[in-house]
Nanobody, 121 residues
Framework: QVQLVESGGGLVQPGDSLKLSCTASGFPFSRYAMAWYRQAPGKERELVARISHFAASTDYTDSVEGRFTISRDNKKNVLYLQMNSLKPEDTALYYC??????????????RGQGTQVTVSS
């Protein structure tokens, strides 16, 4: 059974940090690129960051570049998103996905249920 389980979300103040985790099981994790998406109420989903199979390549949406870092541990089957200097506009449901192709992240085979991140003073 394929599972992607996110954790690490919460309510934080502007400027704070959070580290999200996505634990994968039931599929060959290292054969997939991985990505983090977010969706805020009333807004379309947004690709936040992606990482290639062995972490050789990463990419970020402009609004998080320099603040967020995506990483993965293929031995533990875990994807991470370190989020620093959080802003209220980062508030959203964050979920991880497993696309086969790093260059086509919207075509993913699996996704998790998500973890809520709320940035508010």
């Amino acid at each position: 059974q394929v599972q992607l389980v996110e954790s690490g979300g919460g309510l934080v103040q502007p400027g704070d940090s959070l580290k999200l985790s996505c634990t994968a099981s039931g599929f060959p994790f290292s054969r997939y690129a991985m990505a983090w998406y977010r969706q805020a109420p009333g807004k379309e989903r947004e690709l936040v960051a992606r990482i290639s199979h062995f972490a050789a390549s990463t990419d970020y949406t402009d609004s998080v570049e320099g603040r967020f870092t995506i990483s993965r541990d293929n031995k533990k089957n875990v994807l991470y998103l370190q989020m620093n200097s959080l802003k209220p506009e980062d508030t959203a449901l964050y979920y991880c996905t497993a696309p086969r192709d790093y260059f086509d992240p919207d075509r993913y085979d699996y996704r998790g249920q998500g973890t809520q991140v709320t940035v508010s003073s």
